[in-house]
Nanobody
């Protein structure tokens, strides 16, 4: 199973980015898919998740700004990040069932 995360980059505060996570070897519709992030010197933390029914869950810090979604036909998950803040700067990781993890994609938000 492979997860390929992409879409990170440098953006100014208030801007938007969309992360993608292509999954190979598993059908995403059958699993819980999520995003975590890790900032320098901090522990990895939960960001968002989407379950088999399409229900979504968010950390309080991103609620109302981030949107997690899934395209079953493309077997890809997404994290739309709006109104970005400098404190959102981190390496973002996608995961499936907390067993399979992507390689991480860097998001840097400048003030």
């Amino acid at each position: 199973v492979q997860l390929q995360a992409s879409g990170g980059g440098l953006v100014q505060a208030g801007g938007s980015l969309r992360l993608s996570c292509a999954v190979f070897g598993r059908t995403v519709r059958n699993y819980v898919m999520g995003w975590f992030r890790q900032a320098p010197g901090k522990e990895r933390e939960f960001v968002a998740a989407i379950n088999l029914s399409g229900n979504t869950f968010y950390a309080d810090s991103v609620k109302g700004r981030f949107i997690i979604s899934r395209d079953n036909d493309k077997n890809t998950g997404y994290l739309q990040m709006n109104s970005l803040k400098p404190e959102d700067t981190a390496v973002y990781y996608c995961e499936v069932d907390k067993i399979y993890w992507g390689q991480g994609t860097q998001v840097t938000v400048s003030s």
